[in-house]
């Protein structure tokens, strides 16, 4: 393995200011970096740059957004401004504006993410195709990965399931169908520790910890596309209006790691409004700050959006599953304990 050179340091101990990824890491990082661009490039698709702050927030309940206050010209007040959780909202303004299909690689930020496999800041590879089902989507990150491990893991096509269909073969219980009742029961007899604060009249909660801590575990190696999820799990997808409904949603696995989050985009301002104050609802139910929605995403979406289905990946994640590691902190170089 490279190393860096590192000079005997004389005197009193010093803070360690060295980077947790190895030399053949960060080059592997550049590396994958730049097939990421080739590949793009041969199917023009456009990278683009887009700000890191913003007025608006994630309003989802999951996700801690970082803020941050500007004083200066343009601005009486101290105005609030937000680390973007993901370059989603930007980039589904371009492509408003007419932008065509586009790529970038843009540092996002989650406040409260810290572990084995999360950082507060962290790498995303985020892309958006007009006229892509959900469908052609999965079929090129497929390719996408075939291009860009080639040589350091042999990447076979995901595998596709239903998330229906992935509770039904795991648990023996259905999403669309069973009581709240039955997923509690099931996770008690079968898991080590349970939450004591999980409502136990809201069904997404259960499903989440299944799915955290039965499903994904059992997954193995090899990659999974996990598809057609609950309409309360829909985010910024679109639905299918069914029988049943589903939310137009897929996740990418890969050796039990998730790695990326797709949808066929929303595009009915009126019902993402709906969606964000709705998040903001389930926010002050659980005591957690409403913020504020971004509004000129809303008038983005107003004005048209171009039927499209979009991905975001964990190029950390990445790197960490083709070099064979088992944290960020020896992919990314300079992980939270470490800034």
């Not at 309003?59 to 004083?71: K, L, V």
């Not at 101290?78 to 586009?102: C, D, H, N, V, W």
Request: some cysteine; proline content about 9%; hydrophobic content about 45%.
């Amino acid at each position: 393995m490279n190393t860096w050179a590192v000079p005997a340091t004389e005197g009193r101990a010093a803070p360690d200011w060295r980077p947790g990824a190895a030399l053949e890491h960060v080059r592997l990082r550049a590396t994958l970096a730049a097939r990421v661009r080739d590949f793009f490039s041969t199917r023009g698709v456009m990278e683009v740059d887009t700000p890191l702050l913003g007025r608006g927030a994630t309003t989802d309940p999951a996700i801690e957004s970082f803020a941050t206050h500007y004083r200066g010209p343009g601005a009486r007040e101290a105005q609030t401004l937000y680390l973007q959780t993901s370059p989603e909202f930007f980039m589904k303004r371009l492509l408003a504006a007419g932008s065509g299909a586009i790529f970038q690689l843009a540092h996002a930020f989650r406040n409260g993410e810290a572990g084995r496999r999360h950082n507060p800041e962290f790498l995303l590879l985020e892309w958006y195709r007009p006229g892509f089902t959900p469908q052609a989507l999965m079929a090129e990150i497929d390719a996408l990965l075939v291009a860009v491990l080639r040589g350091y893991r042999d990447y076979q096509p995901a595998r596709r399931i239903r998330y229906r269909q992935w509770f039904l073969d795991q648990t023996g219980l259905d999403p669309w169908c069973d009581p709240v009742a039955a997923f509690r029961a099931f996770a008690l007899a079968n898991l080590p520790s349970v939450p004591p604060t999980l409502p136990a009249d809201e069904l997404d909660p259960w499903l989440y910890l299944l799915l955290t801590h039965w499903l994904e575990p059992r997954l193995g190696e090899g990659a999974v596309f996990v598809h057609d999820y609950p309409v309360s799990q829909a985010s910024l997808a679109s639905v299918h209006p069914g029988p049943p409904p589903v939310a137009r949603r897929f996740e990418l696995y890969l050796d039990g790691v998730e790695l990326a989050n797709g949808y066929h985009e929303l595009g009915d301002a009126e019902e993402q409004r709906r969606r964000f104050s709705a998040d903001n609802a389930r926010r002050r139910a659980a005591g957690q700050a409403p913020l504020p929605p971004d509004q000129r995403l809303l008038a983005a979406l107003a004005h048209g959006l171009p039927d499209c289905s979009g991905v975001a990946l964990g190029f950390d994640r990445l790197v960490m599953l083709a070099a064979g590691l088992d944290g960020l902190d020896t992919a990314s170089g300079f992980s939270w304990p470490r800034i």
